[in-house]
């Protein structure tokens, strides 16, 4: 498996949650499709510490000491990182869209307009 | 003795306190207040008038009487404009003449305005124009001269439109205020004038605004400077006096009350624009043709009035025509280079007119009415007022030895000597003017008191009270004497010969007994015509309805149709406004416009883009940021 691959998997979740973002209708739809793009992105983090930290020290061409191995794993740690900041993250916006939903009794993202000059 | 200064102040100070008390009660209307106003503005212009006196007999014992005072009101740079007075002899006669005509007609006006509601703000005004008038008189500075020059035009404003809730008066009003103006800009741009060449006065150690040392630096200004000045003064003294072309504002300004009439318009303000051209006859006469224009505006003017008061059937409108005319004399005076004798027939003309205007306050108080169509036949029912105005037409006529006959006896005696142009058309003016003068005055007179009957009028007639009566009774005394005394052809035991023109350092010419021959048999040549033709008055009518000439007189030589349909309503309003507004368009409008418009236009495609929709944004984002990766990634690749 290739960075390539990697990192077309992640502009491809990438595209599709925007698109989604774009285009739903529905604010829970909308705010599964923010997570998409998250995990986009996470994957990427991934793919990248995978692939470029450890050939960047590979070329330097001596043994890995502990301050490289917490570099090579940095990528890693910001996606979990990442994963848990998303997580509380949905869950304040669940909040928020319920009480769009006790106010305006829609969930419907075109009739939450109020921001228009 | 009191100090002088103080004296000569108090003069000015006294109507002007006056004024300033009575204006805090000008709204309370009822008796005690109004009886309050009243003697306490006669009180004021009583103690002017006698402290007006004293200063006259100290102006009359010294040759070369001059006084004055000042203090720095303000200064431009390192010069001062200062605020004071000068007083020679031609000042304090001025001041005894305004001082006694206000005070009898403020004491006829208790009689005459008995009644009328806004009494203390009538008394308030006639306090402050009096103070204003005065101010003129007195000034030492050519700036306060206008200053209160422009105060004696708002006091007659007030006057003309005192009673403001007749839509004529409001109009007279305005149009006298605006007719003069344009006049005053004259005098103003004479005074700027001079400022401009300010440099050359201040090189001598003079004031250029100092109305004796303008005076004193007449040899040193170019002609050029000293005839545009004399021009300026000249339209300034025009507009105030009513000189043709400005003089259609005063037949209107009748609207007043009589006594205003009789005060302003015909004895104390109009004859400002003489006074000041008396006061600067030194520097105008520097300018031969100057004097020249004077003299023709004066006769134009003497003739003009004249002629239209021939036919005018409103006995002010006939006065007021007149006064135009005697003015136009002054100015014709002063056009020979006898700027003392104008000065003397404004003394006389002060008198004899207010006499006659007060006369005829005292028959429309009776009749209630102007229109000498519905008077006639006043004789018995009004004897005082019928002889009293008799000795004022009379005077104005210029018959031998009242008042009118010294003085304008002296102008075409002077004219007679004199060479030049001025002189010839003077000469011959003044002599067609006096037959004028002497038809008008007595068609007034025949047909106000004699020759008619009106049974249904006559009736409730009655002579008028006797605070009316007085002072034209004195008025009638001094329309008699005071062109002799002021002028004694012989030495009188107190009064010496030729006094008034000796103290102006004027040369004296005795009488000439052919001139005054002459004048007498014309003025007898109108009064006889004037007697044949009003004798019966429908024959007349008839005949003058028959002449064309009439009807151009009667339209008043159409000046007014002339000022307010063409000039006004043609000229200006079609052509000059709309100049003005193709330039207020094109130029002002458009662009500042086009500056609003573009502006609040500017945002309007970016608003469309703020619409709410959250999607909308975030796709606009996208769509930016990736516009701004691609462009940033493809420059990347070909800077690299």
């Known amino acids: ?117 | 003795m009191f100090e002088i200064e103080l004296i000569i102040s108090l003069i000015f100070v006294t109507p002007l306190i006056v004024a300033l008390i009575n204006s805090l009660f000008i709204t309370l209307s009822d008796n005690t207040n109004v009886k309050i106003g009243s003697y306490l503005s006669i009180m004021g212009i009583f103690i002017s008038f006698i402290l007006s006196i004293y200063i006259f007999s100290l102006a009359y014992g010294d040759d070369h009487y001059k006084i004055n005072a000042s203090f720095e009101w303000f200064s431009i740079g390192n010069l001062p404009v200062l605020f004071g007075y000068y007083v020679d002899f031609v000042s304090a006669s001025m001041l005894l003449v305004v001082t006694s005509v206000s005070l009898l007609v403020q004491i006829y006006s208790l009689g005459y305005m008995k009644g009328d509601k806004g009494l203390v703000r009538y008394f308030t005004y006639l306090s402050l124009f009096t103070s204003s008038m005065l101010g003129v008189v007195l000034s030492i500075n050519i700036l306060q001269m206008y200053f209160f020059w422009e105060l004696v035009g708002v006091c007659s404003y007030l006057l003309i439109g005192f009673w403001f809730d007749r839509n004529s008066a409001r109009n007279a009003a305005k149009k006298a205020f605006l007719i003069t103006r344009i006049g005053d800009v004259g005098f103003l741009f004479a005074i700027l004038l001079i400022f401009s060449n300010g440099l050359s006065f201040l090189d001598k150690g003079l004031n250029p605004l100092i109305i004796q040392d303008i005076l004193l630096m007449t040899g040193d200004l170019s002609t050029t400077i000293i005839f545009l000045v004399s021009i300026g003064l000249i339209a300034g003294a025009v507009g105030k006096s009513a000189q043709f072309p400005l003089h259609t504002w005063l037949p209107d300004a009748m609207e007043g009350p009589t006594p205003v009439s009789a005060l302003i318009h015909a004895a104390t303000m109009v004859a400002a624009g003489v006074f000041l051209l008396v006061r600067f006859f030194d520097f105008i006469s520097a300018s031969s043709t100057s004097l020249l224009i004077i003299a023709v505006i004066g006769c134009t003017t003497s003739l003009l009035g004249a002629s239209i008061a021939l036919v005018m059937n409103d006995i002010k409108k006939v006065l007021a025509y007149s006064t135009i005319s005697q003015l136009g004399y002054m100015f014709m005076a002063i056009g020979i280079g006898a700027p003392a004798i104008a000065m003397f027939h404004l003394v006389t003309h002060a008198f004899f007119k207010a006499l006659l205007f007060l006369g005829a306050g005292n028959v429309s108080h009776a009749v209630h009415s102007f229109e000498m169509e519905k008077m006639g036949n006043l004789k018995d029912k009004m004897p005082v007022t019928y002889y009293t105005f008799l000795l004022g037409s009379l005077s104005l006529v210029g018959i031998f030895p009242l008042a009118g006959f010294w003085s304008k006896d002296e102008i075409i005696n002077t004219a007679y000597q004199g060479t030049n142009l001025a002189s010839t058309i003077v000469l011959f003016g003044s002599l067609i003017g006096i037959v004028m003068t002497a038809f008008y005055t007595f068609r007034m007179v025949f047909l106000t008191f004699n020759h008619r009957i009106q049974p249904k009028v006559n009736a409730t007639i009655e002579e008028s009270p006797k605070s009316m009566l007085f002072p034209v009774a004195i008025l009638s005394v001094l329309a008699v004497i005071i062109g002799f005394l002021i002028n004694p052809p012989i030495d009188l035991p107190f009064l010496e010969k030729h006094w008034f023109l000796h103290y102006q350092h004027h040369k004296v010419i005795d009488i000439n007994l052919a001139i005054a021959l002459v004048s007498t048999l014309l003025a007898g040549l109108g009064i006889t015509a004037a007697w044949i033709f009003y004798k019966n008055r429908n024959i007349t009518d008839r005949l003058f309805a028959s002449i064309n000439m009439s009807q151009v007189l009667h339209k008043k030589w159409y000046f007014d149709y002339l000022y307010e349909i063409v000039i006004v309503k043609q000229i200006f309003y079609r052509f000059i406004t709309r100049i003005t507004q193709i330039f207020d368009d094109v130029i002002i409008n458009h662009p500042s416009d086009f500056v609003g418009y573009f502006a609040k236009n500017l945002g309007r495609p970016v608003s469309l883009f703020q619409n709410g929709s959250v999607q909308f944004y975030g796709l606009v984002l996208t769509i930016f940021y990736a516009l701004v990766v691609t462009l940033g990634v493809l420059l990347l690749y070909v800077i690299s």
């Open chain 1, 1 to 117: 498996m290739s960075l390539e691959s990697v990192l077309t998997l992640s502009a491809g979740l990438f595209a599709i949650g925007l698109f989604g973002v774009l285009t739903k209708r529905n604010l829970i739809a909308v705010l599964m499709c923010i997570e998409l793009m998250f995990n986009a992105i996470n994957v990427a983090a991934v793919g990248i510490s995978r692939y470029i930290a450890p050939s960047m020290f590979r070329i330097a061409g001596s043994d890995l000491n502990s301050e490289q191995v917490d570099l090579i794993l940095s990528g890693h740690v910001i996606s979990i990182f990442s994963i848990a900041i998303s997580a509380a993250e949905v869950s304040m916006a669940l909040a928020i869209i319920i009480l769009i939903y006790r106010t305006k009794n829609t969930v419907d993202i075109s009739d939450i307009n109020k921001m228009s000059g």
